[in-house]
């Protein structure tokens, strides 16, 4: 493994990336001034303390936040994040970037976050399913199918949609399966919905790798990040012919040059075993660090972990000839000007993890006509809205000579100005 260096960076906030990039987009556009303040904040900002009885009979509380950025195209629509981090600004940010994505792909919603300050690896089942009814009751007078639609995020999933469903139901005395998206398909929820951001993901690389005369075939490709957009990714990305030779979660970075056994890694996952917990008793991969995951010489750099984890100490050395980005804001403005240099293709975010938010959006029509798709119709729609959302910013990258990300917030903030302005105030 060759050697590798990479300094502390100084901290950026997700906020202050998200506030550059939409400052970058509002300069180029020409964003009047006062349209440019109402974008720049949320429109609705909710903090609730949410009290949990453990099951040791102690009290906790904790707190938990949904943000409506903007819902001129549509209903609010984002994810619910469990994560010791989370604080108001981070999802503030998180519901900016998803107001910029859903115009990205053209479907009919504004963007919101939330999330709960908690590990919830520290909580039992149960102490889980209490917690998530509590906040979702918290949360209830500002979300509903026509309002703000959550969906699942980093730490929750099918499981914790199926009891926020159940809740909001109970508390509107009848069934509002719209109300969220990433439930359980017994209880409304959309084939293919759990791998939807894995697949729009491949889709996007498929794209960038035409334009780059790679075949996806034998390409090499790492992963950071193995949940929801990163176990599926990797997943798919290995059927569709490629080598996937690193992948890493919160306990370690594994390696296999010759390829990983993903199938296998994302089942021991699925039981609850941690990457490094498979790799002490596996001799099929060794354990690296980060920064020799980052510096390897692979075709593909997925990275679908947290927000700013490419910085301006460590971009330098990504050898990765595309970046394609899982996770929400993995790259800062810092980076993104080295890999600029370097010529690195950047899939931004809002364009490359849009898959999950495009089947949450078939999920939510399913819902409201009663009538389901089957997966290959989902998969089928899914690609041709991935593929329409990637010729637009490519288009808008080439006749304007700007990145792929510049060009997809050039895309968003002219398609959600131009409702906003519609709709007038
Ligand atoms: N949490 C996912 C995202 O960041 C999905 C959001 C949704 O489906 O509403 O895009």
């Not at 209903?75 to 994040?81: E, M």
């Not at 290995?238 to 306990?251: I, N």
Request: charged residues 20%; hydrophobic residues 45%.
């Amino acid at each position: 493994m060759q050697e590798t260096r990479t300094e502390e960076p100084a901290p950026v906030s997700p906020l202050e990336m998200a506030l550059a990039q939409f400052d970058a987009a509002a300069d180029r556009l020409g964003l009047d001034e006062g349209l440019r303040h109402l974008l720049r904040q949320p429109k609705r900002a909710v903090s609730v303390s949410v009290p949990l009885r453990l099951d040791s009979g102690a009290l906790r509380v904790f707190r938990g936040y949904r943000v409506l950025h903007n819902d001129a195209r549509g209903p609010g629509k984002g994810g619910i994040r469990y994560h010791p981090d989370v604080t108001l600004e981070e999802v503030t940010a998180l519901a900016m970037w998803m107001t910029w994505k859903t115009a990205v792909a053209g479907v009919p919603f504004g963007g919101a976050k939330g999330g709960v300050a908690v590990n919830p690896r520290d909580l039992s089942p149960g102490e889980l399913e209490r917690l998530t009814r509590r906040f979702t009751t918290a949360i209830a007078p500002v979300i509903g199918p026509e309002m703000d639609v959550p969906a699942p995020d980093v730490n929750t999933d099918q499981r914790v949609m199926a009891w926020m469903a159940d809740t909001y139901g109970t508390l509107r005395g009848r069934a509002a399966p719209g109300v969220v998206t990433g439930k359980p398909p017994a209880l409304g929820g959309s084939l293919g919905r759990a791998e939807a951001t894995g697949r729009g993901l491949v889709c996007a690389v498929e794209e960038a790798a035409r334009t780059l005369h790679l075949p996806l075939q034998g390409a090499t490709v790492a992963f950071t990040g193995f949940g929801n957009a990163g176990g599926s990714g990797a997943l798919l990305m290995a059927e569709a012919g490629a080598t996937v030779v690193a992948v890493s979660d919160s306990t370690a970075c594994v390696y296999n040059g010759r390829g990983l056994d993903v199938r296998r890694l994302r089942q021991e996952k699925r039981r609850g075993r941690s990457l490094a917990e498979v790799a002490a008793t596996d001799g099929g991969m060794d354990v690296i660090s980060h920064e020799e995951l980052l510096a390897l010489p692979v075709d593909i750099l997925a990275p679908c972990a947290l927000e700013a984890e490419i910085h301006g100490g460590n971009a330098g050395l990504i050898r990765a000839r595309v970046l394609a980005e899982g996770a929400n804001g993995p790259t800062t403005p810092e980076a993104d000007a080295v890999l600029a240099e370097r010529g690195t293709l950047v899939i931004p975010d809002i364009l490359c993890n849009a898959g999950g938010v495009v089947v949450s959006y078939f999920e939510w029509v399913q819902d409201r006509q009663g009538y389901f798709w089957d997966e290959g119709e989902v998969n089928a729609r899914l690609q041709q809205v991935m593929c329409r959302a990637y010729a637009a910013v490519a288009a808008e990258a080439e006749a304007q000579g700007v990145s792929m990300r510049e060009a997809a917030y050039l895309v968003a903030v002219r398609r959600v100005a131009e409702a906003v302005a519609l709709r007038g105030v």
